[in-house]
T-cell receptor, first 116, second 113 residues
Framework: NAGVTQTPKFQVLKTGQSMTLQCAQDMNHEYMSWYRQDPGMGLRLIHYSVGAGITDQGEVPNGYNVSRSTTEDFPLRLLSAAPSQTSVYFC???????????????FGSGTRLTVV | RKEVEQDPGPFNVPEGATVAFNCTYS??????FFWYRQDCRKEPKLLMS???SGNEDGRFTAQLNRASQYISLLIRDSKLSDSATYLC??????????????FGTGTRLKVLA
């Protein structure tokens, strides 16, 4: 049981480049989300999905797109990378949405992205 | 006021000590509460959920005080391996009737030999 798999683990982009961060889970979780973690700011929600075909914006969605064509996969696309997007990105999944009490997250191992 | 606030620490404690962290949250509508552990340069991992009546898992005890809007984590008989950052997580309103998980910035614990 692999849990949540994120690729790549590290990435360096030039300003203006685009790329896709991959996330896959094999736990049949309906709820998936993307976070970024920056020093002193905690994890901030970028986008989330409550099931295949349904996505919505989080707190900091600008510059990012997502899609959810299957239950398993939830890729995050950076449209035109900027230095402000340098961060550690985590994908997470949960059996239920945050409205359902006490379903915690399983996180992927993260992607360290540097935009120069 | 931040939605979830934690003392960043670090808390430096000797092996075998008991240490406690608090976390305050601002939204009285929050219903779900968790403690996560995050090791340096690793992903957060769920340590325990926090229930209204308080709950215990081995050396770890979590409590919720709804009236004062805080949760706590008590670690007894600290081990070197407990050294990590502990994240407080609370659910809260996002928009259009949906909820999100809100993460604190974490409390760093260092257990010293």
């Amino acid at each position: 049981n692999a849990g949540v798999t994120q690729t790549p683990k590290f990435q360096v982009l030039k300003t203006g480049q685009s790329m896709t961060l991959q996330c896959a889970q094999d736990m049949n979780h309906e709820y998936m989300s993307w976070y970024r973690q920056d020093p002193g700011m905690g994890l901030r929600l970028i986008h989330y999905s409550v099931g295949a075909g349904i996505t919505d914006q989080g707190e900091v969605p600008n510059g990012y797109n997502v899609s959810r064509s299957t239950t398993e996969d939830f890729p995050l696309r950076l449209l035109s990378a900027a230095p402000s997007q340098t961060s550690v990105y985590f994908c997470a999944s949960s059996y239920g949405s945050p409205q359902i009490a006490n379903y915690g997250y399983t996180f992927g191992s993260g992607t360290r992205l540097t935009v120069v | 006021r931040k939605e979830v606030e934690q003392d960043p620490g670090p808390f430096n404690v000797p092996e075998g000590a008991t240490v406690a962290f608090n976390c305050t949250y601002s939204n009285s509508a929050s219903q779900s509460f968790f403690w996560y552990r995050q090791d340096c340069r690793k992903e957060p991992k769920l340590l325990m959920s926090v229930y209204s009546s308080g709950n215990e898992d081995g050396r770890f005890t979590a409590q919720l005080n709804r009236a004062s809007q805080y949760i706590s984590l008590l670690i007894r008989d600290s081990k070197l391996s407990d050294s990590a950052t502990y994240l407080c997580v609370v659910n809260g309103p996002h928009r259009s009737g949906t909820y999100k998980y809100i993460f604190g910035t974490g409390t760093r614990l260092k257990v010293l030999a």
